[in-house]
């Protein structure tokens, strides 16, 4: 049986969470009482079960243990000291569009494809300046020479796993030539970003088919994007728990210029679990090295796939006017969020950062022998620096939120648990008391 899944990423009601007050958990260090809550803005963004189970039988149940999990912010998680934008997403940045193909395929196959398109245009003749950095280089992003060359995109990004990279190029390729307009184009450029999400999925099967990338890249909203195990996220793990896609934004005040920033992230990678400053994972018991911390005489520790090994592709874009060399500058800084996570881009991590000024001014066209743009000089970076930072760090932690529970016949990865990460972040006053 093979079942596929697209997300259009548009703004729907949802099931909103709530533990009743008193309420007994379990957790590594005992069971605790959890205060009652609720989370009307998780609520209003949060896609409706029914909207996806039309061809999916058990797309209802997905759907809704993906609604019943939190985001950061609704637990009170709220890195740095900028505001987001209203959807708290890579999509407030004005013209951004975003699109998922899931495919889960019998009962080996957990993958897909994120879609990034920086305009709803043909980028081809409104192309958009871009750079690309790399935290660690073990990885196959596809179109790094020429973004590096020529400062540009003039493909829409797409995230899939490592082994489909070649297939969803192919069909992006395919895909842009139709367009109209394209008859003569004889030279494109796709940008592919992958993590291998093998712990779950049979990437040597390689499955991604052109119909696929169409669903991804015509399917993309400009609203409420899904998170978890959607998309290029399907299969992913991160810390030891199941990774996915996350995303946030930050919008700059009016005195620093009023511009938006918004990342996303495909989280597959491993570490030492922090959030907000405090060692989650070790509390939690699972993080990078711990067989060898932690061995004992006559007994081993086994460390979980994504512990230590892994991935991570972060899209940041933004509205401000940027030359590609100051979006370089602004692509290292992510790194520097993805550092606060716990991350330390071990040997086999393939660890990039492509980001893009969506500002009309600032845009390329073919052909063109001269170019004049108005983009902001060095001065004015500093707020989105820090923008980027921040942005990052909460979009990996609501990658690892949102992730539902997957199963495969490779095994299962576990959704981090709210409840205990709750109760390790109050320990250390991060979340208020009850």
């Given at each position: 049986m093979t079942i596929r899944r697209l997300t259009a990423c548009a703004t729907v009601a949802a099931v909103a969470l709530a533990i009743p007050r008193g309420a007994a958990l379990a957790t590594p260090s005992g069971a605790f009482a959890?205060?009652?809550?609720?989370?009307?803005?998780?609520?209003?963004?949060?896609?409706?079960?029914?909207?996806?189970?039309?061809?999916r039988p058990d797309a209802a149940q997905e759907g809704a243990d993906a609604a019943a999990r939190p985001r950061a912010r609704d637990l009170g998680i709220a890195p740095g000291v900028f505001q987001p934008g209203p959807l708290n997403a890579i999509t407030d940045v004005e013209g951004v569009l975003v699109g998922h193909a899931t495919v889960v395929e019998g009962d080996s196959l957990r993958t897909?494809?994120?879609?990034?398109?920086?305009?709803?245009?043909?980028?081809?003749?409104?192309?958009?300046?871009?750079?690309?950095?790399?935290?660690?280089?073990?990885?196959?992003?596809?179109?790094?020479?020429?973004?590096?060359?020529?400062?540009?995109?003039?493909?829409?990004?797409?995230?899939?796993?490592?082994?489909?990279?070649?297939?969803?190029?192919?069909?992006?390729?395919?895909?842009?030539?139709?367009?109209?307009?394209m008859e003569d184009v004889r030279s494109i450029n796709p940008v592919v970003g992958e993590t291998n999400d093998g712990g779950l999925n049979a990437v040597r099967s390689r499955p991604i088919r052109p119909e696929h990338v169409r669903e991804a890249l015509e399917g993309g909203s400009g609203g409420s994007v899904e998170e978890g195990s959607v998309g290029a996220g399907t299969g992913t793990s991160a810390f030891g728990w199941k990774g996915g896609i996350g995303t946030s934004s930050r919008r700059l005040p009016a005195s620093l210029g009023g511009y938006s920033v918004g990342v996303l992230v495909q989280s597959n990678f491993g570490g030492i679990l922090q959030i907000a400053g405090v060692p989650?994972?070790?509390?939690?018991?699972?993080?990078?090295?711990?067989?060898?911390?932690?061995?004992?005489?006559?007994?081993?520790?086994?460390?979980?796939?994504?512990?230590?090994?892994?991935?991570?592709?972060?899209?940041?874009?933004?509205?401000?006017?940027?030359?590609?060399?100051?979006?370089?500058?602004?692509?290292?800084?992510?790194?520097?969020?993805?550092?606060?996570?716990?991350?330390?881009?071990?040997?086999?991590?393939?660890?990039?950062?492509?980001?893009?000024?969506?500002?009309?001014?600032?845009?390329?066209?073919?052909?063109?022998?001269?170019?004049?743009?108005?983009?902001?000089?060095?001065?004015?970076?500093?707020?989105?620096?820090?923008a980027t930072v921040e942005a990052t760090e909460e979009a990996i932690y609501n990658s690892i939120l949102k992730a539902t529970t997957v199963t495969s016949r490779s095994g299962t990865r576990e959704a981090?648990?709210?409840?205990?990460?709750?109760?390790?972040?109050?320990?250390?006053?991060v979340v208020p008391p009850p």
């Open positions: 959890f205060p009652a809550f609720s989370l009307p803005a998780f609520a209003a963004s949060a896609p409706d079960p029914a909207a996806v189970a039309q061809d897909g494809l994120t879609a990034v398109r920086p305009h709803a245009g043909n980028l081809y003749f409104e192309r958009v300046p871009a750079a690309i950095h790399v935290g660690n280089g073990f990885g196959k992003l596809l179109g790094v020479t020429q973004v590096a060359e020529l400062g540009e995109m003039e493909t829409p990004l797409l995230l899939t796993c490592t082994l489909c990279v070649w297939k969803a190029a192919d069909a992006m390729v395919e895909w842009a030539l139709s367009q109209e307009g989650v994972g070790k509390a939690l018991g699972r993080y990078a090295f711990r067989s060898r911390v932690e061995h004992e005489p006559g007994g081993r520790t086994e460390e979980r796939h994504g512990e230590s090994q892994g991935s991570i592709m972060i899209v940041v874009a933004t509205d401000a006017p940027l030359s590609a060399r100051n979006l370089r500058r602004l692509a290292s800084r992510a790194i520097m969020g993805l550092s606060r996570t716990g991350s330390s881009a071990s040997n086999g991590s393939g660890d990039y950062v492509v980001s893009f000024s969506t500002a009309t001014s600032v845009r390329r066209r073919p052909g063109a022998p001269v170019a004049t743009v108005e983009a902001l000089a060095n001065p004015a970076m500093s707020g989105l620096f820090q981090i648990p709210i409840d205990a990460v709750v109760e390790v972040l109050r320990r250390h006053g």
